[in-house]
Structures are given as structure tokens and as C-alpha cells.
């Protein structure tokens, strides 16, 4: 089980890599190496702006296999048909703050400008997107 409270602490800066300053990718990388799952390239630069993310996140995908969302999945969340966000999917046992008990539901974990990092059920984190995959 992570600790959620870490995540907590993050402050979002773009290009962030580097604990406790995370950009959506940064939280992706520091999430999956906390639950134990293979590392994924640090992508040292890549950032939002322009196409890069999106043709990084592309050259990627051969890498990786699309499923349904699970513990550990990445979510590429696209945006005007090009992929703008990424985030992580969790399970979360216990109690998060004045939410009550969410034994064994899925939420996803991102990091943004406007909040830092947010943990949001899954389907309302999918609204946010035109369209959202799963990788892992």
C-alpha cells in the first residue's frame, strides 16, 4: 500500500522529475517506483508544451501494453486528439481525508498546476478528457 500523504506534499512545477516537485509525469514515475513496478524512462525535458509529450508518449507506446484500468495503470488522457495529461491508477483502502471508507475503489492520482496533486474517483477523473487509455 502507498502512503497518500506523501503525494500530499507534492508541488507541481512543469518538467518536474525530482521529489517532492512533480509535474502529471513526474507523479506517474515517483508513484510506480513506490509501488514496486518496473521504472519507465524519466523523460528528462519532456513537458507539455507543443507536441513534445504527445510524440514521446507515441514513440513509447511500443513499450507498453493498453488495458483496463488497474492498480499501477497509467492513464494518457488526451486533449484535442493528442495525449495532454497523464495520471496513475490506485486502490485505496482506508480513509483519505473527510472522505469516508473506500475499500477497494479505483482512483487516479495527477498532478496540476491549479491543485497540485488531486485523487480522484475514476470515472470522474474521466470526465475531464475527451478520451482516456490505460497502459502498463
Not at 488522457?77 to 497523464?86: K, N, Q, S
Request: aromatic share 10%.
Amino acid at each position: 500500500m502507498i502512503n497518500i500523504d506523501k503525494y500530499l506534499t507534492v508541488r507541481w512545477q512543469m518538467g518536474g522529475r525530482t521529489f517532492p516537485v512533480l509535474d502529471c509525469y513526474g507523479i506517474v514515475h515517483e508513484v510506480r517506483r513506490d509501488l514496486g513496478l518496473p521504472e519507465w524512462p524519466a523523460f528528462e525535458g519532456v513537458i507539455k508544451d507543443g507536441d513534445e509529450m504527445h510524440i514521446a508518449c507515441n514513440n513509447f507506446r511500443q513499450n507498453v501494453v493498453r488495458c483496463e484500468p488497474c492498480p499501477g495503470a497509467v492513464a494518457a488522457c488526451y486533449m484535442g486528439g493528442v495525449i495532454g495529461h497523464l495520471g496513475i491508477v490506485v486502490e485505496l483502502s482506508g480513509h483519505l481525508g473527510v472522505v469516508v471508507e473506500m475499500e477497494g475503489a479505483l482512483y487516479v492520482i495527477e498532478c496540476n498546476p491549479r491543485r497540485n496533486v488531486t485523487i480522484l474517483p475514476l470515472a470522474r477523473f474521466e470526465r475531464q478528457f475527451l478520451k482516456v487509455e490505460y497502459y502498463q
